[in-house]
């Protein structure tokens, strides 16, 4: 080693690097630009579940007679399982709810996607039923409250259902074992980073309007 005028020696010094992205940082951004990508590729899939679940919502609006025993009940139930609950544990029920419906939506589409059609067209006419309910009762403000929440979950539920649809196509593929192999490997992927995530985010607004209006 090198001593310069003054006697000191003269050595290599760590110079300051720039901060790089974290692996896990990384593998994130990768998920989430695959989740994208199979996202586009499926849109056709969202775009017919949303027509379902509007003609059905519709229909719960203008002709809500149908399935009135059962709607009453699933309604009795429900307050009944989730009376005196506190913010948590009514938030881990309603996410519970809402990822095992969505999840069972999502692999029920193995067979030629008819579960998931049938899915939506009975929750969008249970929505509908209930906003028209709930608009004769308290008139159209009452929509406003329970818009929040619907904006990530109605989302997640069409996503995911969507996914469910296009998941029951792969018999129609020329090489279906590994079409269904790639499409269940991405929804399931699009499932945990962004459908789990979005209901996350719904439940605790709806737990939150819940605490709120008692």
Not at 93 to 111: E, K, P, R, V, W
Request: some cysteine; overall charge positive; glycine content about 8%.
């Amino acid at each position: 080693m090198k001593r310069n005028k003054r006697g000191k020696k003269e050595g290599n010094y760590n110079k300051p690097q720039k901060l790089k992205i974290s692996d896990g940082s990384q593998k994130l951004q990768k998920e989430f630009l695959i989740c994208w990508k199979y996202l586009k590729e499926s849109k056709i899939y969202f775009l017919v579940i949303l027509v379902f679940l509007l003609v059905s919502a519709l229909i719960g609006i203008l002709f809500p007679v149908f399935f009135l025993e059962l709607i009453n009940k699933f309604i009795e139930e429900l307050a009944r399982k989730t009376a005196g609950m506190t913010f948590f544990q009514l938030l881990f029920f309603i996410l519970q709810n809402n990822i095992t419906t969505a999840f069972l939506g999502l692999l029920s589409g193995i067979i030629l996607g008819i579960f998931p059609l049938l899915l939506i067209l009975f929750n969008g006419y249970v929505i509908g039923f209930v906003a028209g309910k709930s608009v004769d009762v308290a008139g159209y403000p009452i929509l406003l409250r329970l818009l929040p929440h619907g904006i990530f979950e109605l989302p997640a539920l069409i996503i995911s259902l969507g996914l469910g649809v296009k998941l029951g196509m792969f018999i129609f593929a020329k090489n279906s074992k590994e079409q269904f192999k790639y499409d269940l490997e991405n929804s399931l992927r699009v499932f945990v980073y962004i459908i789990i995530p979005l209901f996350l985010i719904a439940g605790i607004i709806e737990t939150a309007l819940i605490f709120l209006l008692i």
